[in-house]
């Protein structure tokens, strides 16, 4: 199957900085969502981004699907940006949706 | 509105009892999912149903049951659950495109 590698795992960040994440695929893929899970549990969508770039604040992402990446840009961050940010990928012709492990940001006041 | 509603929040239950996990959507989508989430890892795919169909058990147990009673609800029935059941348990809609998740239901069994 797909495999879906995030890095950095883990992300320590004094409020104010700046950071990139990144997250590799293995396969093609039709559809590919960033999300936040915030300390109660709760997936927040960010940005759905199979291709291009998007911005929403103070977040932006872009995914070059021909070279099977995507990065997820955070500028300014803030204690509130702290959490677990997945990127998760579905194949062309399913549902299945395939997340990878995680980036844990912890951002310091 | 993009709600995925999920009952209850909080559940512990005893390994000989039976429970239900509910999930309801209003946006439409024919697609849904259950995941299960155990702590600092990521969501793992239990089951996908599309137009109130299964078309995937990721070879789950048969102690969950899924059931899909419209294009709007979907169940997980709990049954004789062992302590490594234990996690949070996630539920998602899509429309082929961008999925949505619940808060999700964090279950003890003890």
């Known amino acids: 199957g797909i495999q879906v590698e995030q890095s950095p795992p883990d992300l320590i960040l004094q409020e104010g900085a700046n950071s990139t994440l990144r997250c590799n695929f293995s396969d093609s893929v039709n559809n590919l969502q960033w999300f936040h899970q915030n300390p109660w549990g709760q997936l927040i969508n960010l940005f759905y981004?199979?291709?291009g770039t998007k911005q929403n604040g103070r977040l932006s992402a872009t995914t070059v699907a021909t070279e099977r990446y995507s990065l997820l840009y955070i500028s300014s961050s803030q204690t509130t940006d702290s959490g677990v940010y997945f990127c998760?990928?579905?194949?062309?012709?399913?549902?299945?949706?395939?997340f990878g492990a995680g980036t844990r940001l912890f951002v310091k006041a | 509105d993009t709600e995925v509603t999920q009952t209850p929040k909080h559940l512990v239950m005893g390994m000989t009892n039976k429970k239900s996990l509910k999930c309801e959507q209003h946006m439409g989508h024919r697609a849904m999912y259950w995941y299960k989430q155990k702590a600092k890892k990521p969501p793992e795919l239990m089951f996908v149903y599309s137009y109130e169909k299964l078309s995937i058990n990721e070879s789950v147990p048969s102690r969950f049951s899924p059931e899909c009673p419209n294009s709007s609800l979907l169940n997980l029935h709990l049954h004789a659950l062992q302590p490594e059941d234990s996690a949070l348990y996630l539920c998602a809609s899509s429309r082929h495109t961008e999925a949505f998740f619940g808060q999700g239901t964090r279950l003890t069994v003890v």
């Open positions: 998760a990928v579905e194949r062309s012709g399913g549902f299945k949706t395939i």
């Open positions: 981004i199979p291709s």
